[in-house]
């Protein structure tokens, strides 16, 4: 296989999202190839450091907050526009 074909498929790769004889024929390509080695590498390094990013969903009260604050501001900006007109 040449880099042009394996570039694209290194995060399938990566992911083990690849059926075993394609898995196989990039495999030995990164054998012969350490710069689409390399760029294999840096690709799990990204995945693990993504990976321990931590989802937060907001609090119980973000939505009430936030929306208490849009209705304020859409307020205070209606009666600016009564006074100007």
Not at 19 to 34: G, M, T, V
Not at 76 to 85: F, G, L, P, T
């Amino acid at each position: 296989m040449t880099c042009r074909k394996v570039v694209p498929l290194i995060d399938d790769f990566a992911d083990g999202a690849l059926d075993e004889s394609l898995s196989e024929k990039i495999q030995k390509h990164f054998s012969a190839c350490s710069k689409c080695e390399c760029q294999l590498d840096e690709t799990r390094r990204l995945k693990t450091l993504l990976g321990r990013l931590v989802n937060s969903e907001p609090g119980s009260q973000y939505f009430h907050v936030a929306t208490e604050l849009i209705l304020t501001r859409v307020s205070a900006e209606s009666q600016i526009q009564k006074r100007v007109h």
